[in-house]
């Protein structure tokens, strides 16, 4: 028998070999697993609080015999889900008597942690299964693929047209892309081991990208109509695709059928007349001109019933309407949805809860998506977020500007400390159509901050053309490298070898399930080698990602039993 000393390598994880169920119901069960050096611990508690640490619980744990190394124990404790949000850490102690420490996701000490670096719970709050771990590909309507030009239109309100490959001067160009351009290569999408695609708001727009809602219930004609887009969906669901849009609910432009301050359309907006159906709609201080502005232009209030009304109560709702053709929606700036009235001022977790109740009822499995909003990723609201304080480490990752210890702080920061049905629905994006792309042609670089992308924890998304290394350089646009121009379809101009490496990569998430939803755990990093090595295990199998930033070959050695891999197991 082993020695008994100071208790160390104490592992949990959120994965299902850990923690089951991972989503329970409010007085649900909790069945969750500790894993301790052999002989290293004689008793073992779960410790766990619904107050923010005021008050603490305590369960024994039972001793559930060796994991399938060998090389570990495991025990085993259950838990009861109570309360709006649930942290939980362990106790563990052997027989010395002296040595008891504290294990939550940050360190084992014998002080106790803070409380937030427990793991979390949240009785009641289920995300798609389809979405965790899903792959994306993400891209602009406008500039992805022209396949129809007969809403093609020299000008069309503010825009001018240009010709494919001419770099944008300002978000009014447009080149033509529309919905039967995506449909039309759905084909290429799916051959990248895509699950999900995710487009720009296609609602009535002036703006290239879509970001100036202009009008809800009409299509904007560039990008096709409702029917092309009942097409899009139809032909995306044949081939196994979930699609997402896009949702702006923050504001509306001044010229909008809404606002109507141009005079423009044929109805009284809310800038003609206080007795407009719109009035409510947004936040006048002195009517007409002095009015609450978001992104310049008015702000929504959607503390009204004509705004509850317009996006979501009613089976007709903009929102309601268009989940027939969607599996989800991206919200447009999430966290700055807000409404005020005469006695109170509403924070956007009150309309999340009021939109989430509404889209569920149609689809339990609708996914709900926040451009930011972090501190609401525990609050049974959001599903989950893009990840937009991940990508620029991902970035600086990609360009060799950062070290291991600094992408390993950022894997821990934004996903880590999320409730794991949520971290596993967080969009993980090397670009995206707010950010430059990474122009990066050392493959050694880049792929090193992809497969981390790829296969640690989260969604990763595909932002077009990213997946071919198609970038403009040196050229007048939109900021050099700027992500708002068209793609490029002479496969002759494509980096094949990038994008033989991104359907590798999701070859082996289709292979292992592991890789999209199993236990993670970080084996090692060496900054003076640059290198990072991790794990993802499951019932089914496990799988190691090694990554240099090295150009030449570099050889480590990881310990595969730390991922409950027995010895003599040949990996491939």
């Given at each position: 028998?082993q020695?008994?000393?100071?208790?160390?390598?104490?592992?949990?994880?959120?994965?299902?070999?850990?923690?089951?169920?991972?989503?329970?119901?409010?007085?649900?069960?909790?069945?969750?697993?500790?894993?301790?050096?052999?002989?290293?611990?004689?008793?073992?508690?779960?410790?766990?609080?619904?107050?923010?640490?005021?008050?603490?619980?305590?369960?024994?744990?039972?001793?559930?015999?060796?994991?399938?190394?060998?090389?570990?124990?495991?025990?085993?404790?259950?838990v009861?889900?109570?309360?709006?949000?649930?942290?939980?850490?362990?106790?563990?102690?052997?027989?010395?008597?002296?040595?008891?420490?504290?294990?939550?996701?940050?360190?084992?000490?014998?002080?106790?942690?803070?409380?937030?670096?427990?793991?979390?719970?949240v009785?009641?709050?289920?995300?798609?299964?389809?979405?965790?771990?899903?792959?994306?590909?993400?891209?602009?309507?406008?500039?992805?693929?022209?396949?129809?030009?007969?809403?093609?239109k020299?000008?069309?309100?503010?825009?001018?047209?240009?010709?494919?490959?001419?770099?944008?001067?300002?978000?009014?160009?447009?080149y033509?892309?529309?919905?039967?351009?995506?449909?039309?290569?759905?084909?290429?999408?799916?051959?990248?081991?895509?699950?999900?695609?995710?487009?720009?708001?296609?609602?009535?727009?002036?703006?290239?990208?879509?970001?100036?809602?202009?009008?809800?219930?009409?299509?904007?004609?560039?990008?096709?109509?409702?029917?092309?887009?009942?097409?899009?969906?139809?032909a995306?669901?044949?081939?196994?695709?979930?699609?997402?849009?896009?949702?702006?609910?923050?504001?509306?432009?001044?010229?909008?059928?809404?606002?109507?301050?141009?005079?423009?359309?044929?109805?009284?907006?809310?800038?003609?007349?206080?007795?407009?159906?719109?009035?409510?709609?947004?936040?006048?201080?002195?009517?007409?001109?002095?009015?609450?502005?978001?992104?310049?232009?008015?702000?929504?209030?959607?503390?009204?019933?004509?705004?509850?009304?317009?996006?979501?109560?009613?089976?007709?709702?903009?929102?309601?309407?268009?989940a027939?053709?969607?599996?989800?929606?991206?919200?447009?700036?999430?966290?700055?949805?807000?409404?005020?009235?005469?006695?109170?001022?509403?924070?956007?977790?009150?309309?999340?809860?009021?939109?989430?109740?509404?889209?569920k009822?149609?689809?339990?499995?609708?996914?709900?998506?926040?451009?930011?909003?972090?501190?609401?990723?525990?609050?049974?609201?959001?599903?989950?977020?893009w990840?937009?304080?991940?990508?620029?480490?991902?970035?600086?990752?990609?360009?060799?500007?950062?070290?291991e210890?600094?992408?390993?702080?950022?894997?821990?920061?934004?996903?880590?400390?999320?409730?794991?049905?949520?971290a596993?629905?967080?969009?993980?994006?090397?670009?995206?159509?707010?950010?430059?792309?990474?122009?990066v042609?050392?493959?050694?670089?880049?792929?090193?901050?992809?497969?981390?992308?790829?296969?640690?924890?989260?969604?990763?998304?595909?932002?077009?053309?990213?997946?071919?290394?198609?970038?403009?350089?040196?050229?007048?646009?939109?900021?050099?490298?700027?992500?708002?121009y068209?793609?490029?379809?002479?496969?002759?101009?494509?980096?094949?070898?990038?994008?033989?490496?991104?359907?590798?990569?999701?070859?082996?998430?289709?292979?292992?399930?592991?890789?999209?939803?199993?236990?993670?755990?970080?084996?090692?990093?060496?900054?003076?080698?640059?290198?990072?090595?991790?794990?993802?295990?499951?019932?089914?199998?496990?799988?190691?990602?090694?990554?240099?930033?090295?150009?030449?070959?570099?050889?480590?050695?990881?310990?595969?039993?730390?991922?409950?891999?027995?010895?003599?197991?040949?990996?491939?």
């Open positions: 028998e020695e008994k000393t100071y208790i160390s390598e104490l592992f949990h994880d959120q994965g299902s070999v850990y923690m089951e169920p991972m989503e329970p119901e409010k007085g649900e069960t909790v069945t969750l697993r500790l894993r301790t050096n052999r002989f290293n611990v004689t008793r073992a508690q779960i410790q766990y609080t619904s107050d923010a640490g005021v008050t603490w619980e305590s369960s024994d744990m039972e001793y559930d015999g060796k994991d399938p190394s060998g090389y570990y124990d495991m025990w085993k404790g259950t009861k889900a109570q309360g709006d949000l649930m942290y939980y850490r362990f106790i563990a102690s052997n027989a010395d008597g002296f040595n008891t420490v504290y294990y939550d996701k940050k360190t084992t000490d014998i002080s106790e942690g803070k409380y937030s670096n427990g793991w979390q719970i009785p009641g709050h289920k995300t798609p299964d389809w979405a965790k771990g899903a792959m994306w590909y993400s891209m602009l309507p406008d500039a992805f693929y022209n396949g129809n030009t007969t809403n093609d020299q000008t069309s309100g503010n825009n001018t047209y240009l010709s494919w490959n001419k770099l944008r001067k300002g978000l009014n160009d447009k033509g892309g529309d919905l039967k351009g995506i449909e039309e290569k759905l084909d290429y999408i799916k051959s990248l081991g895509t699950d999900a695609i995710y487009f720009n708001p296609i609602q009535k727009s002036y703006q290239n990208a879509g970001y100036g809602p202009v009008r809800y219930d009409e299509v904007e004609s560039s990008f096709g109509n409702e029917q092309d887009l009942v097409s899009l969906s139809d995306a669901h044949e081939r196994g695709l979930k699609m997402m849009g896009d949702v702006v609910m923050t504001f509306a432009l001044a010229d909008s059928y809404y606002f109507n301050r141009s005079g423009n359309w044929p109805v009284t907006g809310a800038y003609q007349s206080k007795d407009s159906k719109w009035f409510d709609l947004f936040k006048f201080f002195r009517w007409p001109d002095s009015f609450m502005i978001g992104w310049g232009s008015p702000s929504v209030n959607l503390n009204t019933d004509t705004a509850r009304n317009l996006y979501y109560a009613k089976t007709d709702s903009y929102l309601n309407h268009c027939s053709v969607f599996d989800g929606y991206r919200f447009d700036c999430g966290g700055w949805l807000w409404g005020t009235s005469e006695t109170d001022d509403v924070k956007t977790l009150e309309f999340v809860k009021e939109i989430r109740g509404s889209l009822n149609i689809n339990k499995d609708f996914l709900m998506i926040s451009e930011s909003d972090w501190s609401n990723m525990n609050t049974n609201s959001w599903d989950a977020a990840n937009i304080g991940y990508m620029p480490k991902l970035q600086d990752y990609a360009k060799g500007l950062i070290n210890t600094l992408i390993l702080e950022a894997m821990y920061t934004y996903e880590m400390t999320l409730p794991r049905n949520v596993l629905c967080m969009q993980n994006m090397i670009s995206d159509h707010d950010s430059y792309r990474v122009a042609h050392d493959d050694y670089l880049y792929n090193a901050a992809m497969l981390i992308q790829m296969t640690y924890l989260g969604a990763p998304s595909v932002f077009y053309g990213e997946e071919v290394g198609y970038i403009n350089e040196n050229e007048e646009g939109i900021g050099t490298n700027q992500s708002f068209s793609m490029d379809w002479d496969e002759s101009n494509w980096d094949q070898s990038r994008l033989a490496f991104y359907r590798a990569t999701s070859e082996l998430r289709k292979a292992y399930s592991c890789v999209k939803t199993g236990v993670v755990k970080i084996l090692g990093s060496d900054i003076s080698a640059n290198t990072l090595s991790f794990a993802r295990w499951d019932k089914n199998g496990a799988a190691i990602t090694v990554t240099s930033q090295n150009e030449d070959v570099t050889e480590i050695e990881v310990n595969a039993r730390e991922c409950s891999i027995k010895d003599g197991t040949v990996l491939t």
